[in-house]
C-alpha cells in the first residue's frame, strides 16, 4: 500500500538556522499539506497546497516558513530562521481531491530547535 | 472557531471490552470528520471518514457515528485487544476548508 513518506525522521538544529522538511506524497494525490504537533499538544495545521500554490494556511504559517513542490514528487517545508518555539513534529499529508476526501499523514519530522 | 474536544482523555480497559470514545465539535458547518490513531513517537493513520451526510462508517471492529447537528462523534471500539492500545484522535473538515482540526486525543490502554 502506497505511503507518504518524510525525511529526515529527526533534525536538531540551532535556533536561527534554516531547515528544510521534506516529503514524498502519495502518487496522484493532488492536495497536499503541512501540520505540527508541539509535544503534548494538539495537531495544529500549518498550510494546504494545491496546484501549485498554496490554497490555505494558518496564523502560526508566517514569513519564515514556506512551502513547495520543486519537480512534481517531493513537497517540501523550509522554515528561514528557527526559533525555539518551532521545536515540534512536523506531519506531512495528502489526499487525491474529488470524492476522496481521507487525509494520509506520514510519519513525521521531529525537529529540535536549541 | 471550531474547537474539537474528545472525552475521554484516558481510558484504560481489560482485553475483550467494548469501548466508546467521544469527539465534540462547536460548529455543525463540518464537511466531513475522520477518527485516526496515533502511536507514541509517531504519524497518523487513518482509520474512518465520515461525511456530513453519513451517519455513520464501519470498518472491522470500528464503528464510528456522526451526529452533525448536536456536534458529536463516536468510535466505537468492539472486542479491544492490546494492539488497538494508541491515541485516538478525532479531526473535522470545516466546510469551505481545507484544514482539519483537530481534537485533544483519548489515549487508550488495553491491558492483556
Known amino acids: 500500500e502506497p505511503e507518504v513518506t518524510q525525511t529526515p525522521s529527526h533534525q536538531v538544529t540551532q535556533m536561527g538556522q534554516e531547515v528544510i522538511l521534506r516529503c514524498v506524497p502519495i502518487?496522484?494525490?493532488?492536495?497536499f499539506y503541512w501540520y505540527r504537533q508541539i509535544l503534548g499538544q494538539k495537531v495544529e495545521f500549518l498550510v494546504s497546497?494545491?496546484?501549485?500554490?498554496?490554497?490555505?494556511k494558518s496564523e502560526i504559517f508566517d514569513d519564515q516558513f514556506s512551502v513547495e513542490r520543486p519537480d512534481g514528487s517531493n513537497f517540501t517545508l523550509k522554515i528561514r530562521s528557527t526559533k525555539l518555539e518551532d521545536s515540534a513534529m512536523y506531519f506531512c499529508?495528502?489526499?487525491?481531491?474529488?470524492?476522496?476526501?481521507?487525509?494520509?499523514f506520514g510519519p513525521g519530522t521531529r525537529l529540535l530547535v536549541l | 472557531k471550531q474547537e474539537v474536544t474528545q472525552i475521554p482523555a484516558a481510558l484504560s480497559v481489560p482485553e475483550g471490552e467494548n469501548l466508546v470514545l467521544n469527539c465534540s465539535f462547536t460548529?455543525?458547518?463540518?464537511?466531513?470528520l475522520q477518527w485516526f490513531r496515533q502511536d507514541p513517537g509517531k504519524g497518523l493513520t487513518s482509520l474512518l471518514l465520515?461525511?456530513?451526510?453519513?451517519r455513520e462508517q464501519t470498518s472491522g471492529r470500528l464503528n464510528a457515528s456522526l451526529d452533525k447537528s448536536s456536534g458529536r462523534s463516536t468510535l466505537y471500539i468492539a472486542a479491544s485487544q492490546p494492539g488497538d492500545s494508541a491515541t485516538y484522535l478525532c479531526?473535522?473538515?470545516?466546510?469551505?476548508?481545507?484544514?482539519?482540526?483537530f481534537g485533544t486525543g483519548t489515549r487508550l490502554l488495553v491491558s492483556p
Open positions: 499529508a495528502g489526499r487525491y481531491g474529488g470524492a476522496l476526501e481521507t487525509q494520509y
Open positions: 497546497f494545491y496546484n501549485n500554490e498554496i490554497s490555505e
Open positions: 479531526a473535522v473538515r470545516i466546510s469551505g476548508f481545507q484544514k482539519l482540526v
Open positions: 465520515i461525511q456530513s451526510s453519513q
Open positions: 502518487s496522484n494525490h493532488l492536495y
Open positions: 460548529d455543525s458547518a463540518i464537511y466531513n
